[in-house]
């Protein structure tokens, strides 16, 4: 079973920044594939952003591109989802799993032996 550690989150005022962090517990990030998916109070889980690890390949939704970026730290084995200009909308409990590559691409569909971790809250409130 896969692993992640979310953390990084809190409160911040609208167009404020944040950067989150995404560590696997027990083995090295590699060439998998990892997804951010975002619960907003009253809603569903939605995709936010993933990336291929193996190929950089980056996907953001509609609603975060051009505001949020991905980075890589190999030696900390951690993937940061940085997330600037903040919007209200943007406020829900933020999770990092191992998600599906095709080819050189990566999708928001869950890999089946990676649990939902805790997640780390991010709200965006004046």
């Known amino acids: 079973q896969l692993q992640f550690m979310e953390s990084g989150g809190g409160l911040v005022q609208p167009g404020g920044s944040l950067r989150l962090s995404c560590a696997p517990s027990g083995f090295t990030l590699g060439a998998s594939a990892i997804g951010w998916f975002r619960q907003a109070p009253g809603k569903e889980r939605e995709g936010v952003s993933c990336i291929n690890n193996r190929t950089s390949f980056a996907n953001f939704a509609d609603s975060v591109k051009g505001r949020f970026t991905f980075s890589r730290d190999d030696a900390k084995n951690t993937v940061y989802l940085h997330m600037n200009h903040l919007k209200p909308e943007d406020t829900g409990i933020y999770y990092c799993?191992?998600?599906?590559?095709?080819?050189?691409?990566?999708?928001?569909?869950?890999?089946?032996?990676?649990?939902w971790g805790q997640g780390t809250q991010v709200t965006v409130s004046s």
């Open positions: 799993v191992a998600v599906v590559a095709s080819g050189r691409f990566c999708t928001y569909k869950k890999m089946p032996n990676d649990n």
